[in-house]
């Protein structure tokens, strides 16, 4: 499997996608469960619509619980772009989540102003490299909740 290499990750593309996609074969093989960097931490398969194509998008991504609801952040290790599924969630939020074996639908809600401070602020709490990714770059990273539909 390539190795987790945040600063590639920031302006490789192609590299970025390789990646993803050994994330989520591994995924599916082991039941959700994922190792190596995401090993002591949550991770989901978010399927989102293409902003442009129309056209179903597949990222994992870590997640996090926060008062009981599910948090995920666009860091992409703080490059200087949010990740494409932020553009994707804003226009169409309506998505579908993977965790473990589960599968449902899901709305985004991007989380703005104190909420989105108070958010990231406890995800920098368990995962501190969240708020190195912060630090590289001048945009605010993006924090979402994921509330099952249904």
């Known amino acids: 499997m390539q190795e987790f290499d945040p600063e590639r990750f920031r302006t490789d593309t192609v590299a970025l996608q390789t990646f993803n996609d050994q ?11 994922v190792g190596g960097v995401f090993e002591d931490i949550g991770v989901l398969l978010l399927t989102t619509t293409g902003a442009k194509s129309g056209l179903s998008r597949l990222t994992a991504l870590a997640y996090f619980t926060i008062d009981g609801a599910m948090v995920v952040a666009g860091s992409r290790g703080g490059a200087p772009k949010d990740p494409a599924w932020v553009h994707n969630l804003r226009a169409t939020p309506e998505v579908r989540v993977e965790v473990g074996t589960e599968s449902f639908p899901a709305t985004a809600r991007e989380a703005e102003g104190d909420e989105r401070d108070r958010l990231f602020g406890e995800i920098v709490s ?12 001048t945009r605010t990273i993006p924090v979402f909740t994921l509330q099952r539909r249904g």
Request: aromatic share 18%; net charge negative.
């Open 23 to 33: 994330i989520i074969q591994e995924f599916r093989e082991n039941d959700g469960n």
């Open 126 to 137: 368990v995962a501190p490299y969240f708020g190195d990714y912060q630090a590289k770059t």
